[in-house]
């Protein structure tokens, strides 16, 4: 199981060369805090519009938008997902290819889209006392994904599930003690998703993001 902690400070620092991309080198995960990952898959057995390197992303929000922007600069597919039409018109405004969605009720369609990339990004909280509203559709999910391309799988959550420190340093290996109904759901959310991408055989990751600041936000 790999864990990061990581914060996003006003200008967004990750590059897309953070991911494992499907090439020969070894890729690193977020190289400005330290944090690294296995090597990449290989697909040189395919052709290579069939190994470029293409990144689906569940709720394209704050932090998604400035990884997708990053991504494509460097050659990636990128497509995402939203809520409303008004957000997909805004982000199609800014270039971005994206899917309306409902995580409680996701359209067949965008989960069959799911089969031609090599990576997800998920970014969509837990809802109310439901949990992540993506595992509620766990089976659906898995067996789209099992025929599919994909060979890195990340989920985006938080460090409210390490609870009240006291001012201690905390890092991955830090226990976890969560206090908010909403950072327990996060931590079954990491669980549900770790052991969904593992158990697929996929390079399995969660990112816990600190407090998230930039442009038109504040702390």
């Not at 995960?29 to 395919?46: E, G, I, N, Q, Y």
């Not at 809520?83 to 409902?102: I, N, R």
């Not at 060979?151 to 201690?168: E, I, R």
């Amino acid at each position: 199981m790999e864990i990061y902690q990581v914060k996003i400070p006003a200008r967004f620092p990750l590059q897309a060369g953070c991911f494992p991309s499907n090439s020969k080198k070894t890729s690193t995960f977020l190289p400005r805090v330290a944090a690294f990952t296995t090597s990449s898959h290989s697909l040189t057995d395919k052709s290579e519009s069939e190994s470029q390197n293409r990144m689906f992303i569940l709720g394209m929000g704050f932090v998604c938008q400035f990884f997708a922007q990053s991504l494509q600069k460097e050659g990636w597919v990128v497509t995402g997902t939203c809520t409303s039409k008004t957000k997909k018109k805004h982000l199609e405004e800014k270039g971005f290819h994206v899917h309306l969605l409902d995580a409680n009720q996701p359209e067949l369609s965008t989960l069959n889209a799911l089969k031609c990339y090599t990576h997800l990004l998920v970014s969509i909280p837990p809802v109310g006392c439901a949990g992540d509203p993506m595992l509620q559709h766990e089976e659906l999910l898995r067996s789209k994904l099992l025929d599919g391309n994909l060979q890195w799988l990340c989920y985006l959550s938080s460090t409210s599930v390490y609870g009240h420190c006291d001012g201690a340093w905390v890092d991955e290996d830090y226990p976890t003690s969560p206090t908010s109904e909403l950072a327990k759901l996060r931590l079954d959310a990491e669980e549900g998703w770790l052991n969904l991408g593992q158990s697929l055989g996929f390079s399995t990751q969660v990112f816990r993001l600190g407090g998230i600041y930039g442009p038109g936000r504040r702390l």
